[in-house]
């Protein structure tokens, strides 16, 4: 496998996430999920093991965005329906 080209793809799965983050939008959440799992492996395969540690963290908090986000949308788009047929 060639490590430079799959640190490059993660790169650019990172800075999407971040840019769809900005706009506010889980789909961040999601691609930063993916590039963490991405890192993690491949700053295993570096032995670069406390980098790993780092994005299995930053994982974990993305699954916690995803989540919170979900459960915000969800409580967005109800208040919505209650509104609209009042």
């Not at 793809?9 to 999920?33: E, P």
Request: with cysteine; glycine share 6%.
């Amino acid at each position: 496998m060639n490590w430079e080209i799959l640190s490059w793809v993660l790169v650019v799965l990172s800075l999407s996430g971040n840019v769809f983050v900005i706009k506010k939008n889980v789909m961040g959440q999601w691609l930063w999920a993916i590039s963490n799992i991405g890192w993690i492996i491949f700053n295993l395969s570096n032995g670069s093991y406390a980098q790993a540690f780092l994005f299995t963290v930053y994982f974990g908090m993305c699954v916690w965005g995803i989540l919170a986000w979900s459960k915000e949308s969800k409580a967005q788009e109800l208040k919505t329906q209650e509104m609209t047929t009042r």
